[in-house]
């Protein structure tokens, strides 16, 4: 296992000079592009990584698999999915375009940022600092590790860089999709991107969505087995942004990425696979971590698509 893994990130590091880090967001730009490292974690507790597994990210977007989870949970599926859709996007992550043309104007998916922000919204937290704790909670127990904190520094540099995200947020309340306070829900998004992870934290949360909800360090049930079924569905069509056909077409296994460099993947029934590479390729996805997830679905046969 471990020299499989080795030899993946073998291949990973061959195209990192082909990506670049996140800029837009100031604190992720201080990531070193070099970095990349993987981690396995079965069903059945069995562990193993390679490369900087030192490194620390922020789960950014990976994040959305968890307060989707909660949502789902709380509030079921029939509720939520009146509110925002299922439906794969061929825009980026952060688009507004398509969310004006199309009516009903509710965003297209639960994993891109519209989506997210909506997603929060429904939750039954009216304060930023609740709804946040409440996500993070559950991100805990996904990873099995009880102290993973906000990186605050990145959680104030998305926020004063966020026009387009609160752009998304004015649109959808000034279109009745949305409704509360948009400024106390972005700030539980921000918060909530910003939490600080390792790549065997990620591993871990892909490994609870293939045990149908059970952390396999833990033995806790974290998620109902249907809420895993459904959120592994939507990272197969939607976890990648408009990366996501190629994504399934190359590695074929559910998976969410973030800007932050992370990629979660979740076997069902088998594995979690996780990676962690700041340097992204043109549509937000790890450049590195594509190739060592590629490399490895090959290697140990893990297509289930």
Do not use: W
Not at 69 to 80: I, M, R, T, W, Y
Not at 211 to 220: F, I, K, V, Y
Not at 273 to 291: E, F, T, Y
């Amino acid at each position: 296992m471990e020299r499989m893994l080795h030899e993946a990130v073998d291949a990973g590091r061959r195209v990192l000079d082909k990506g670049s880090v996140a800029t837009y967001i100031p604190e992720l730009a201080k990531a070193d592009p070099n970095a990349l490292a993987v981690a396995f974690c079965g069903v059945d507790g069995a562990r193993a990584s390679s490369g900087d597994t030192g490194t620390r990210i922020t789960i950014q977007s990976i994040s959305k698999v968890a307060s989707l989870g909660l949502a789902l949970s709380l509030l079921g599926e029939d509720l939520v999915f009146s509110r925002v859709g299922v439906e794969p996007s061929a825009d980026p992550f952060n688009s507004i375009m398509r969310l004006e043309m199309r009516a009903p104007h509710r965003p297209q998916n639960p994993l891109i940022n519209s989506g997210a922000i909506l997603i929060l919204s429904l939750l039954p937290f009216s304060d930023s600092s609740e709804r946040l704790e409440a996500v993070l909670e559950i991100i805990r127990k996904m990873t099995g590790n009880p102290g993973l904190r906000v990186n605050e520094s990145v959680a104030v540099s998305e926020r004063d860089t966020s026009d387009r995200n609160r752009s998304l947020g004015y649109f959808l309340r000034s279109m009745g999709t949305m409704e509360g306070n948009v400024e106390n829900i972005l700030d539980s998004y921000f918060r909530q991107c910003a939490i600080e992870c390792t790549v065997e934290d990620l591993a871990v949360m892909g490994a609870t969505l293939a045990a149908g909800g059970s952390n396999p360090l833990t033995g806790e049930k974290v998620l109902p087995e249907k809420a895993t079924v459904i959120i592994r569905a939507l990272m197969t069509t939607c976890g990648l942004y408009d990366g996501s056909g190629d994504f399934a077409v190359r590695v074929g296994f559910p998976a969410k990425s973030g800007v932050g460099g992370g990629i979660t993947g979740s076997i069902p029934g088998r594995a979690g696979l996780a990676v962690v590479g700041p340097a992204l390729d043109p549509k937000g996805n790890s450049i590195g971590g594509v190739r060592v997830l590629e490399h490895l679905s090959g290697s140990m046969s893990l297509r289930v698509l």
